[in-house]
């Protein structure tokens, strides 16, 4: 019984931290994302290539935080 105990207090710990991590990685990885497109798409002609650059970057980031959480769920 404290082996159990034990082992839910160390994953009660554990997961908040995982979830931050992942969390963490996924905006790292959208801000580079982001970097990338507005050095991409520089010139003012290529606003709406721009413009879908960035929606993808944050539709990316959007499912990568919700792997985090489905991660986490299971």
Do not use: G, H
Request: aromatic share 8%; net charge negative; proline share 3%.
């Amino acid at each position: 019984m404290k082996f159990l105990m034990s082992l839910a207090v160390v994953l009660l710990l554990y997961l908040p931290n995982a979830w931050a991590d992942c969390k963490s990685d996924c905006q790292d990885e959208y801000q580079s994302e982001v970097n990338l497109c507005k050095e991409q798409y520089e010139d003012p002609d290529d606003a709406d290539d721009l413009q879908m650059c960035l929606d993808d970057a944050r539709s990316e980031y959007e499912s990568c935080i919700a792997e985090c959480d489905d991660s986490i769920q299971t």
